[in-house]
């Protein structure tokens, strides 16, 4: 899911969708602003939620050589931080969010949390990503956030009430999606499948399973 979140903010910053289509019709002609796109070295990336996904997409972002800024339920240990900002709110962590990857759980206090009023505290022409959850994202706000500019660009893996996707989402080209693609890689469902198996081995040799839920 880390990998999937950097290529959501390359695809998103640098118009992935439009130049795939251009590329298609065989149609374009190089000029000097054809496509401009957002570059990601050396601006801030703000995270929202640093578990383990957040924290390994900033330590790829690193290698962007990234501002990293973070809001968390708590703040965490500097060894963990890594040199990274604490935001204690969501205002702050906006402020200073040119870029935005949206990492944190789906709960009632995250569902519709990136709405108009949070959209308004980012700088203007920010690159929101989302690879949690669809919910947590206001969609009607952040469409008409699209359409005004404040929002450059937007690139999804995750959607409310997904495989559907808001129509009105469609119709707009500053945007780049994906069909929830955040574990689907070879290594990571074999790692997903070895998991549950040792969860059951667990259970049945009356050992306490690693992911018990209750």
């Known amino acids: 899911t880390a990998d999937i979140s950097i290529l959501l903010l390359l695809g998103a910053s640098r118009r992935a969708y439009e130049g795939r289509k251009f590329a298609e019709e065989q149609s374009w002609t190089w000029k000097t602003d054809f496509l401009l796109g957002k570059q990601m070295s050396n601006r801030k990336l703000g995270i ?7 924290r390994a997409v900033a330590k790829r972002a690193r290698g962007f050589g990234m501002e990293i800024h973070y809001h968390n339920r708590t703040k965490l240990a500097s060894n963990l931080e890594e040199g990274a900002i ?5 205002k702050s962590l906006f402020n200073n969010s040119e870029f935005l990857s949206i990492n944190c759980p789906a709960t009632k206090e995250t569902t519709n949390l990136v709405n108009e009023q949070s959209i308004n505290y980012l700088p203007d022409g920010a690159v929101v990503t989302n690879a949690a959850r669809g919910d947590i994202i206001d969609d009607n706000a952040m469409i008409k956030a699209m359409k005004s500019g404040k929002v450059f660009a937007l690139g999804l ?14 119709k707009l080209n500053n945007l780049f999606l994906l069909p929830h693609l955040g574990s689907a890689t070879v290594k990571t469902r074999i790692d997903m499948g070895n ?4 969860n059951l081995e667990n259970f049945f040799n009356n050992k306490k399973p690693k992911d018990q839920v209750n």
Do not use: S, T, W
């Open 157 to 170: 893996d995750v959607y409310n009430g997904e495989p559907k996707i808001n129509p009105e989402y469609l």
């Open 86 to 90: 604490y935001h204690d709110n969501i």
């Open 195 to 198: 998991r549950a198996i040792d």
């Open 48 to 54: 929202l939620g640093m578990g383990r996904i957040g």
